[in-house]
């Protein structure tokens, strides 16, 4: 199954990154998008592992949950498109134009 990315999920990832960095431990940041991009990968083969997104209760959106992180997909018949990498406790926020 094909994985792409919308430009929002991106800049959150490469946002995670930054974040870190920021911190001072930009170790901590490349580790959690590396095991981010690791559950990312788990979907090619398990497309539905993720639960629907409870405020959107569209079947085809769906999340992972990497602690803190939420990662937001949509799912279609043949691909997945990885919408957010989102904070948990955010609300979430789809673009229009990426779903």
């Known amino acids: 199954m094909l994985i792409s990315f919308t ?11 930054y974040y870190y960095q920021d911190q001072g431990v930009a170790n901590n940041g490349d580790e959690f998008v590396s095991a981010i991009m690791k559950r ?16 959107l209760e ?7 949950i990497h602690p803190p992180f939420r990662v937001v997909y949509f799912r279609e018949s043949d ?20 779903v």
């Open 40 to 55: 990312i990968e788990t979907l090619a083969s398990h497309p539905d592992i993720g639960r629907i997104v409870a405020e």
């Open 7 to 17: 430009r929002s999920a991106i800049e959150d990832l490469e946002g995670i990154k």
């Open 79 to 98: 691909s997945i498109k990885i919408i957010r990498v989102w904070r948990s406790e955010r609300l979430l926020d789809l673009p229009d134009a990426e």
């Open 58 to 64: 569209d079947n085809h959106i769906r999340e992972l």
